[in-house]
């Protein structure tokens, strides 16, 4: 019997033994599973401070880009119409040339 009683006892260690390997197996899952989603928390946060610097980069060149094509146009309109103004003045003097050799013609000579 002294065999069997070893024997049992040797069953028990072993069952004993896998009961904790089967414990600290789940523990250390457990553990990985938390840091694996510690991990992806992480990189995700990561990923959006990318994100918005890369958009905030975007926004800023739009708005370089955008003050860039206002100034352009503000130039040309400023030139137009200064080209008008001396465009009229012009006309003006051509007008007043006009009427004052129709007034000296008419009545300077009297």
Do not use: C, F, P, W
Not at 28 to 52: P, R, S, V, W
Not at 80 to 86: D, H, P, V
Not at 90 to 97: F, S
């Amino acid at each position: 019997m002294m065999n069997a009683t070893e024997a049992l006892k040797g069953i028990q260690a072993a069952e004993q033994k896998a009961h904790k390997l089967v414990e600290e197996s789940k523990r250390k899952a457990e553990d990985l599973l938390h840091y694996t989603n510690l991990e992806i928390k992480e990189q995700h946060n990561q990923l959006i401070l990318e994100g918005k610097e890369q958009a905030e980069g975007i926004k800023q060149e739009a708005t370089l880009q955008g003050k860039k094509l206002v100034d352009d146009i503000m130039l040309k309109g400023k030139k137009e119409a200064n080209s008008l103004r001396n465009l009229d003045q012009k006309k003006i003097d051509t007008v007043v040339k006009s009427i004052v050799k129709e007034i000296v013609s008419n009545y300077g000579n009297r």
